[in-house]
């Protein structure tokens, strides 16, 4: 089983959002791995673990600092890592997913997952647009993937609770909400262990490819209003806070 | 009763007759199969044979610990039943008991046969790490905090310092001072960070200022010692931090270093020194009790409480300090000091070592309460209203357990609050 992950690097503005021109300024920010990307890497591991074979992570180097990432893939895991050397933090996920198609294409992937999106567009054209690259089939939003032969059954959620199973025909691209458990956690002295040791490939960047959107001006979200505070002893507060839930026809 | 006692000599007879029956069995049991015991020697074997933890196998199940086990008093638990447990099929680097450990060391205190948990536990639990198994999601996220923040709150690296803001005072930071200092003060994590936290970083920055010391602090360059991290089984990540935190420290001339929380004393005085830091370190209570003649003139303003102090297991059983946090407490006007029964030596735990910090719902899952709730219990039958504490984890562990037991009318406070309530007249 030949499984490839394709990872995306994005800004961290869990804190704030430094912004210069019409972008995230960033030089200011640390870039972190796309949190459904960590559900598609455990996912990939777990059905190595269950049916063998390898798996490989793909992402664009946007900053120069991708290695992290693959280190703790590797850790976690993964076999092979691989680097796009784009060096453009700007690089919009139209113009990733053409890079990552080109570097998966002679891969001879079984299965490609990438995260069903990402928080810094939520764009989640990154595994629908390698897909179309690579004529495969594309299934989204799944939350658990297994494997049997060249069939996969694939859970997918949808809203209100309603699950579905899909049987699925290798060899095809899934945009992963999450994995079946929670991702593992690699100890921080494998991740070291692997960074003095392991060998990251370098791909160039090939091929071009846009979303046709422009920023036309970034901001932090203005502050229109506060939360009320409400005063008082315990009691008093449950009594204002039920009134509240009364009046507004919510109790 | 001049009766000279004498020592009793068993005598053994071959039958005895009772009520007209043969009590010694002979006739219906003495020749049938004896019931045999199977037990799993392996597990107990398996844990003893990890590096540090070989004393595992040292018990010889006389119960000492579980006397003096705090998780015990509020669960089943210590290091004669996980012996037992272990003889009996458990496999600890599989089982929840693995991580109840706060490593308070009140066991290895009583303990005739030297096991030593604080040992065992880190090496058993680096192995089930490194084996992949289960690692309980609240630490777990603590120790990415810390790997990529440098802190297990998750707070930003360069908002180490914004506590300062709040001082009132002036807190040098030593890449700005360009000259050596005598005391550099490694704040900590939850002193820089956590609300309450910073409450006493404020406080000792400001008797720091009315002493006259000349100190400065790391500021965005301080990063967690990952002490407990490493207790809590993630021996690469204290390693990485511990390098990074002594390269920082060697970068800049001082004296003395001065830390806020005694697990920070921990770490840089036993155990950086075998990654290379040899320099003099004291935990604030020691520091501030030698400077207690220049101290107690600016102690004008009484703090009429009845006080009860808590003995952090780190600067205690770790390290031996239990006079000074007292000595500054019966410094302020108009305290009074009450103990709790278990105090000093045999002072409770308040749960949070060990990387108990990280795993209160965890073992909220496996025990009856917290210990926390456990302590600030045993504080309010003293009949306390003020719970002093001298750690940086058992500001806001306590706060929520006096709440959560019914005790809100118990303050508790850091030392360093209250010696700055009483400088300040609040």
């Known amino acids: ?251 | 009763m001049a009766q000279k006692y004498q020592k009793a000599v068993a005598v053994e007879k071959e039958n005895i007759v009772v009520d007209g029956v043969d009590v010694s069995g002979h006739w219906n049991r003495m020749f049938e199969q004896r019931v045999i015991f199977e037990y799993t020697p392996e597990l107990i074997e398996k844990i003893a044979s990890i590096p540090n933890a070989e004393s595992f196998a040292n018990c010889y199940q006389c119960a000492k610990c579980v006397a003096v086990c705090p998780v015990d008093v509020v669960g089943n638990y210590g290091p004669r039943k996980l012996y037992r447990y272990a003889q009996t099929g458990m496999d600890l680097t599989e089982a929840p008991e693995l991580w109840l450990c706060t490593t308070c060391a009140n066991c290895l205190r009583v303990c005739p046969k030297e096991v030593n948990m604080v040992k065992i536990m880190p090496a058993a639990r680096e192995q089930a790490i490194l084996e992949g198994k289960f690692v309980p999601n609240e630490l777990q996220q603590a120790f990415e905090n810390t790997a990529k923040t440098g802190n297990p709150l998750g707070q930003p690296q360069r908002k180490r310092d914004a506590w300062i803001q709040s001082a009132g005072v002036p807190v040098p930071i030593i890449k700005d001072v360009g000259r050596p200092v005598d005391v550099l003060w490694y704040v900590g994590s939850y002193p820089s960070y956590h609300p309450r936290g910073i409450d006493a970083a404020c406080a000792a920055a400001r008797i720091f200022n009315a002493l006259g010391i000349d100190f400065a602090i790391l500021g965005k360059e301080e990063k967690d010692d990952a002490d407990s991290q490493r207790l809590a089984g993630e021996k690469g990540l204290f390693e990485m931090m511990a390098e990074y935190n002594i390269a920082t420290f060697n970068k800049y001339e001082w004296k003395e270093m001065v830390v806020t929380g005694p697990h920070e004393l921990n770490a840089f005085k036993n155990v950086y020194p075998k990654y290379g830091f040899e320099r003099p370190v004291v935990h604030y209570t020691t520091f501030l009790a030698r400077h207690l003649d220049q101290l107690k003139p600016l102690l004008k303003h009484p703090v009429n409480k009845k006080i009860t102090y808590h003995d952090p297991c780190y600067l205690g059983r770790h390290n031996g300090e239990y006079e000074a946090p007292r000595k500054l407490l019966e410094a302020i006007p108009g305290v009074e000091l009450v103990e709790m029964q278990r105090n000093r030596e045999n002072g409770y735990c308040c749960g949070g070592g060990g990387g108990g910090m990280w795993l209160d719902s965890f073992t909220a899952q496996h025990t009856t309460m917290r210990l926390s709730e456990k302590r600030a219990m045993e504080a309010a039958s003293t009949g306390a209203n003020v719970l002093a504490v001298a750690c940086p984890f058992e500001v806001s562990r306590f706060t929520d357990a006096v709440k959560s037991t019914g005790n809100e009318h118990v303050d508790v406070l850091d030392i360093l609050e209250l010696l700055d309530r009483s400088m300040r007249g609040e």
């Open chain 1, 1 to 251: 089983m030949n499984i490839v992950v394709a990872i995306k690097h994005i800004p961290s503005i869990a804190d704030d959002l430094p912004v210069k021109g019409n972008n995230v300024d960033f030089d200011s920010v640390d870039f972190v791995l796309n949190e459904w990307d960590e559900h598609s890497i455990e996912q990939a591991v777990l059905i190595k673990e269950a049916v063998g074979g390898t798996v490989t992570v793909v992402g664009v180097d946007l900053i120069g600092e991708l290695d992290n990432a693959l280190h703790l893939a590797l850790a976690k895991g993964a076999d092979k890592v691989v680097k796009i050397t784009a060096d453009d933090p700007a690089a919009d996920s139209h113009q990733q997913a053409k890079w990552l198609a080109e570097a998966i294409k002679g891969m001879g992937a079984d299965m490609v997952f990438a995260g069903v999106q990402a928080s810094n567009d939520i764009d989640g054209q990154i595994g629908p647009m390698i897909a179309a690259y690579l004529d495969m089939p594309y299934i989204g939003g799944t939350s658990a993937i297994e494997v049997s032969g060249s069939t996969a059954t694939v859970s997918k959620e949808f809203p209100g609770g309603v699950g579905m199973k899909y049987a699925v025909t290798l060899p095809f691209v899934a945009g992963v909400q999450s994995a079946p458990k929670p991702p593992r956690y690699a100890p921080v002295s494998k991740v070291r262990q692997m960074a003095q040791t392991a060998t990251v490939e370098k791909v160039a960047p090939s091929g071009e490819a846009s979303s046709g959107l422009a920023f036309k001006k970034m901001a932090p979200p203005v502050v229109t209003g506060h939360a009320e505070m409400i005063e008082g002893s315990p009691k008093e507060v449950a009594a204002k806070i039920v009134e509240l839930l009364k009046s507004r026809g919510l109790a």
